[in-house]
């Protein structure tokens, strides 16, 4: 089955600078790559997402990538602010029954 | 939230005992599914449903089973709860045909002692 590795498990950053989480899948099949934004104590929230047949994805201050020959995925925040701080999740669907497989996350921290 | 609720939010149980937990949505979505949440492994689907009646099993489904008897309505059965199933429960729906998108409702804290 598919494989979801995601690094880094944690990422601080200062106000305004930008972050960067990776992701990397195994299944050539996955053609669907969701993000999502979870807060404490709350379901997770799709912030973006991305198809196999597209290289980028840009949506104001979040932007996903995706290398399907290398099979990785990254998520990009610009100017990062304080209500950014969360735990993010990337996933990838073979698209069969919309499947996803996640991976382990990573918390972000915008310190002032 | 999609239109979807979850009950109950929090629940404390002992070993052994039975527990099933209720995903209801109101928007007639076909989809529904089941994930757990744990420290070190992210969510893990645990079973999914394609219409009523309709379900498979997903990556960690031993010691849990669905029932969708009506459209609105995903429930999932611990038939014996055991401490290694102490976990978030998360419910999601796919919004629509045509469309891998998935939205999660708020979530069940389970606890089994």
């Known amino acids: 089955g598919e494989n979801v590795e995601q690094h880094p498990s944690t990422l601080s950053v200062q106000e305004g600078d930008s972050a960067v989480i990776k992701c990397t899948y195994s299944d050539s099949a996955s053609n669907y790559f969701p993000w999502y934004k979870q807060e404490l104590g709350k379901g997770p929230q799709l912030i973006i997402d991305?198809?196999?047949?597209?290289g980028e994805k840009k949506d104001q201050r979040i932007a996903v990538t995706l290398n399907k020959t290398a099979k990785h995925f990254s998520l990009h925040i610009t100017e990062t602010q304080p209500e950014d701080s969360a735990v993010y999740f990337c996933a990838a669907s073979p698209g069969t029954a919309s499947k996803l497989t996640f991976g382990t996350g990573t918390r972000l921290q915008v310190t002032l | 939230d999609a239109g979807i609720t979850q009950s109950p939010r929090h629940k404390v149980t002992e070993t052994g005992t039975p527990v099933t937990l209720r995903c209801h949505q109101t928007e007639n979505h076909r989809y529904m599914y089941w994930y757990r949440q744990d420290p070190g492994h992210g969510l893990r689907l645990i079973h999914y449903?394609?219409?009523?009646?309709?379900?498979d099993k997903g990556e960690v489904s031993d010691g849990y089973s669905v029932s969708r008897s009506k459209t609105e309505d995903f429930l999932l059965t611990l038939e014996s709860a055991t401490s290694s199933q102490t976990s978030v429960y998360f419910c999601?729906?796919?919004?629509?045909?045509?469309?891998?998108?998935?939205?999660f409702g708020p979530g069940t804290r389970l606890t089994v002692l």
């Open positions: 449903s394609y219409g009523v009646k309709d379900t």
């Open positions: 991305i198809r196999s047949n597209v």
């Open positions: 999601a729906i796919r919004s629509s045909e045509g469309t891998d998108t998935q939205y």
